[in-house]
């Protein structure tokens, strides 16, 4: 197949489009158990970026599911597959410049790992959104902890599906203990001097 | 499937972003044979959007196979897949704010329509990049008529795979009666008051 493809270079590489843009294009990789917070820390960074002028953009695990991956199950091949192309869409949005916030439950290193590996060094910063189990459960904003307490849903991450914490996440935001606006401070404060040019 | 997803809808809508970026996010989907010269005038109008100020990104049939598409090869059904998943990351740019422009055969009114549909009236702009398949096959930049006038690639559009022609593009570039420097200059002068907010 590679034999056939032929991959044209863009006439703007990404230091020139960094320079145009006013921005370093970083990937920023919230990581936790559903009912964490990720998306609703990813979509207060989000807005408090483009409030700051930047552009950035969100990718969140439901909205890829409605769209780009919507042919994927939730057998461990499909979500493995479901995170590869959620790495692919980082990777398109970061060569066209932009800030990516992802939200992904992501819950293996080694998809992580595998996916950060496609990025420069400090191109790529991972967010552990660490909550305690109990504390989504009880959460439960989805009803997905009961579906899957009840057999309703299988390999549910922190059910019956392991979920592996980041060993060296650049960051670690203990969102069962702060508040949003303070989560969200300590992130945009951790990651405001990366993105700047 | 479906009643595990929870979309969450961003702070900023479309139309706040079209605002911050000062740019109308319009999608401009180049179609046409191997070889007709999508790529090269892609590029070009990549730079020139961004010379002007304009966030652009162009999507290339060539680059998504080494990446979001490298599971798929070339049969009709992962051909299918391949315009399905290059139209989703068209979605992605696009909600995000930018100018894309894609190039992709996109050989069937169906799939290049199937993806119009996903998109507001005025935000998708089919241009057919429009170079007779003699002019095509004799540049043979990539080798690949070669291969396929000898049986060596199989389904090859223009050779034993149908190229359906657009009915009504908004736009057609004759590539093989023009510069281009000049096929950029219709493309552009086109484009140009569609992409101001």
């Known amino acids: 197949m590679a034999e056939h493809i032929f991959p044209t270079d863009s006439l703007i590489g990404l230091n020139d489009r960094e320079v145009l843009m006013k921005q370093k294009s970083v990937v920023i990789w919230l990581t936790g158990l559903s009912g964490s917070g ?5 979509r207060a960074l989000e807005k408090k970026l483009l409030d700051e ?11 890829l599911r409605n769209g780009l991956n919507k042919d994927l199950g939730f057998s461990i091949e499909d979500r493995n597959e479901n995170i590869r192309r959620a790495g692919e869409g980082c990777k398109l949005l970061s060569n066209a410049g932009l800030i990516v916030i992802t939200s992904f439950i992501s819950p293996l290193r080694q998809q992580r790992d595998a996916i950060r590996a496609q990025f420069k060094k400090g191109c790529f910063v991972e967010v552990f959104v660490n909550a305690s189990l109990e504390v989504c459960e009880s959460r439960d904003v989805k009803g997905l902890y009961k579906k899957a307490r009840a057999g309703e849903i299988k390999n549910f991450t922190g059910i019956d ?3 592996e914490q980041p060993l060296s996440p650049e960051l670690i935001i203990e969102s069962d203990k702060f508040s949003e606006a303070q989560s969200l401070e300590k992130l945009y404060s951790f990651i405001q001097d990366l993105v700047k040019v």
Do not use: E
């Not at 990720?38 to 990813?42: A, N, V």
């Open 53 to 63: 002028g930047y552009i950035a953009f969100l990718l969140d695990g439901d909205s």
């Open 38 to 42: 990720k998306s609703t820390l990813g």
């Open 161 to 163: 599906s392991p979920y």
